[in-house]
């Protein structure tokens, strides 16, 4: 492979105009398909699971009751009373909201109070039949806790109810809902819209992500010493990004396409990008410094520079093909999971590293070469000159690069600080592990599920929409749940009152359920719909027990009535899609660690470095996700991360986060790891090959880990909310596997294995190892 890669990147080098050019002609080419077969992204997503099933069930049988719904909230401005006028204006802005295409349903807040306190004015009078009188005191409490307008009459709540399956509405029809609702002015009446209704990705890329690119870019002058070294990565970074997202965009008019999945993509594909072209240009580099202090850049005639741009080619460029398919494995394989809009996302995600990782193998090596000497700003040309070592070996062009020569011991304070986990292995291990496990305890606690609309900014329409729900109605009425009964034999029209109030006492009698009513029947009487509300939150933990409790019932009810019971609704397909990932995440893990070990036991030859490599990572992991449950669920440091109502940890994304993780350490773990590799078998003991190299690599994996860092945390303010504890997630579990692990734990533990660590079956140990063995 590194011969391959070597030519590859020398022809690149020596038609480097040739190859910008079909760069640029391959980025004009998905930009077109883009534009020409591309569509709106949403934030809908594709959902298979019981609860969803379900609702597609219901929704068959009766309309306008299972479809994905969302409310309008309409409040009293000054905190009077609402005024016939205003009741009025409502009438007709809902009025104008079922004339929206796709809505199959707006229930009329003051029809429905109207309609209720009549029938309560009936019974009470004893003027309704005998028999509804008995079922209304049958449902006693269970339908009298249920109101659409508040006591105080400031507040009314309206629910829309559309064709579509929940999370599948599209954004278009979103905005057209609002745009209806506010089409007439209500003088004294705040309009807001519940998170069903609202396309919250105002942006793909915002004010945070690109001070993130800012500060990736200031890692980039620091570590390279030059504005035109920093800029490469990040010329090649956006090459590849621009191909990948407009690539994805251009599908995005076939297939199911997310503001989610493209802003995972835009992620990945900023920071792999960065890094892969990084790698590839601080080794060749440092190939430059050695030529330069050879007198070689007043001499070269092109050559010296096309041999140094192969040989990074061959040996980092090596790295990034092993450490790009980690991070494609790990991606791709959350197709595994069964949730399409995940696979969706992966796919996305694996096609941004390939490119990435195809930019870094053939533009890179084209702008070096147009780049030329440049890259080294004057100074540090001058700098490498006189540092040169009187007893160093000249370095020429038609000479291979000595990799012991280019990673030459690191005396003083840099030295010392950089060879600490090398020459204190146990301190580092302890403490590493210690720190590690001390942040992974909070991770015990974590609870998954979807946001509500109490995770919004607090000045968004959702937010006080949900709030204002909340304090009118409690916290369930902002996502009820739907039960759905099926007889075993159809009802009769004079059975049904009876059956329903039966099951609404049934259901009442639950636990964590605040109001109980009957919403709809199938024509055949074969299906009877309940609306539950719960008395916590949709993704509280008494909501998620109520599911479960509902389903549970189902016995009973066969038994008692030969009827059985399922739910639906929101809160239910959050805790559906929670189990399905925290099912799948163990087979999941087990196929990206299974498969990423393969691949680096192909690239180093060796037993112990792969199983230490995903040691590493499930201790960053499992802190990393300590962490993000305490900020986000328990809400500490919440205020300086914009966490004001924490809630469940977002039900995708340990998952998410497995796959990225996993693939960007193990890409860490083989540019370090390759670096004391090649030390080693270039005649280095052991022991010293890992501080050399240590010393060597530490920079770079330095930079690389934070620009990932400053590229992700830019997406901790994003506008998409699902995004931001994910970029939380994904930054300090980079953070946490390159400084303590790949930095810290591997050198140490690879220093007490010491020559153990390169054995693999079949190899007799030798202190220096043959090309054979590579």
């Keep these: 492979m590194a011969n391959l890669l070597s030519r590859f990147a020398a022809a690149c080098a020596h038609r480097a105009w040739l190859t910008v050019a079909c760069w640029a002609v391959i980025v004009a080419a998905v930009g077109s398909a883009a534009a020409a077969e591309g569509r709106a992204l949403s934030n809908s997503f594709n959902i298979s699971t019981r609860a969803a099933d379900l609702a597609a069930e219901v929704q068959a049988a009766v309309p306008g009751i299972a479809g994905a719904s969302g409310q309008i909230v309409f409040t009293s401005a000054d905190g009077a009373p609402f005024t016939e006028a205003q009741q009025a204006g409502v009438v007709q802005a809902l009025a104008a909201v079922a004339d929206v295409e796709s809505v199959t349903q707006v229930v009329d807040p003051f029809v429905t109070e109207a309609y209720r306190d009549e029938q309560m004015a009936a019974f009470l009078a004893g003027d309704l039949p005998a028999e509804q009188a008995a079922a209304y005191t049958q449902l006693g409490m269970a339908a009298m806790s249920y109101h659409l307008v508040s006591t105080d009459d400031t507040t009314a709540v309206a629910t829309v109810v559309f064709s579509y399956g929940p999370y599948e509405v599209p954004g278009d029809i979103k905005e057209a809902v609002q745009a209806a609702a506010l089409t007439v002015p209500i003088d004294g009446v705040q309009v807001d819209f519940s998170q069903d209704l609202v396309l919250d990705a105002a942006s793909l890329v915002g004010p945070g992500e690109l001070i993130g690119v800012a500060a990736a870019a200031i890692v980039l002058v620091v570590m390279l010493g030059s504005l035109v070294a920093a800029g490469l990565p990040i010329l090649a970074a956006a090459t590849g990004l621009g191909t990948a997202i407009l690539a994805a965009l251009a599908f995005a008019g076939t297939v199911h396409m997310t503001s989610l999945t493209l802003i995972l993509g835009i992620m990945l594909g900023l920071a792999v990008g960065i890094d892969y072209s990084l790698f590839i240009i601080n080794r060749h580099r440092r190939r430059l410094l050695t030529l330069v202090a050879a007198g070689q850049d007043k001499t070269d005639d092109g050559s010296a520079l096309r041999q140094s741009i192969a040989d990074a080619a061959a040996t980092s460029g090596r790295a990034v093909v092993f450490a790009g398919g980690t991070v494609v494995t790990a991606l791709a394989a959350l197709n595994l999971t069964g949730i399409r809009f995940l696979g969706d996302m992966g796919t996305v995600g694996a096609v941004a590293v390939v490119v990435g990782v195809a930019v870094a193998l053939s533009f890179t090596p084209a702008v070096l070469r147009l780049v030329g000497w440049h890259l080294l700003p004057r100074a540090q040309r001058q700098r490498a000159t006189v540092q040169v070592a009187d007893d160093a070996p000249s370095a020429t062009a038609e000479q291979p690069p000595d990799v012991v020569a280019d990673a030459p011991p690191v005396t003083g304070w840099r030295g010392r600080v950089g060879a600490f986990p090398a020459r204190h292995p146990i301190i580092t291990l302890v403490a590493g592990g210690l720190a590690l496990a001390a942040m992974a305890v909070p991770s015990y606690a974590m609870r998954l599920g979807l946001t509500d609309g109490s995770a919004s900014p607090t000045d968004s329409t959702q937010y006080r929409a949900y709030k204002a729900v909340e304090t009118a109605f409690g916290a369930g009425a902002n996502s009820p749940l739907l039960a759905v009964a099926k007889p075993t034999e159809p009802l009769t029209e004079a059975g049904l009152l009876g059956f329903e109030a039966a099951v609404v006492t049934e259901l009442f009698d639950l636990s964590h359920v605040k109001a109980v009513v009957p919403v709809g029947t199938s024509p055949d009487l074969t299906m009877v719909a309940f609306q539950v509300v719960p008395t916590g939150a949709p993704s509280s933990t008494g909501t998620e027990k109520l599911v479960h409790a509902i ?224």
């Excluded at 009973?556 to 959050?574: C, M």
């Excluded at 990225?660 to 090649?678: K, N, P, T």
């Excluded at 734990?745 to 054995?759: F, M, N, R, S, V």
Aim: proline fraction near 4%; include cysteine.
């Design 551 to 774: 389903r549970d019932l189902s016995a009973k009810l066969e038994r008692d009535l030969g009827a059985t019971i399922d739910v639906t609704g929101l809160a239910a397909v959050n805790v559906d899609m929670a189990d399905t990932l925290a099912g799948a995440l163990p087979l999941y893990m087990g196929v990206v660690v299974g498969l990423s070990l393969v691949l680096m036991f192909l690239a180093f030859r060796s037993v112990a470095v792969p199983l230490l490599g995903a040691a590493g990572f499930m201790l960053s992991f499992f802190a990393a996700m300590g962490a993000t449950v305490a900020v986000y669920q328990w809400g500490w440091l919440g205020g300086p991360l914009g966490v004001h109502d924490p809630g469940p940890i977002l039900s995708f994304l340990p998952t998410v986060l497995v796959g990225i993780q996993f693939g960007l350490a193990m890409d860490y773990q083989l540019f370090l790891v390759s670096g004391i590799r090649e030390l080693h078998l270039a005649g280095l003991p052991a022991k010293e090959a890992v501080t050399r190299g240590l010393q060597a690599n530490r920079s770079v994996v330095m930079a690389a880990a934070l620009i990932m860092m400053s590229v992700f945390c830019g997406f901790i303010y994003a506008d998409l909310v699902q995004v931001r504890s994910l970029a939380f997630g994904m930054a300090l579990g980079i953070g946490l596997d390159a400084f303590v692990v790949r930095l810290g734990l591997i050198p140490a533990a690879l220093t007490l294995l010491g020559e153990k660590a390169w054995w693999r079956p079949g190899v007799k140990r030798t202190r220096a190892r043959t090309a054979a063995d590579v």
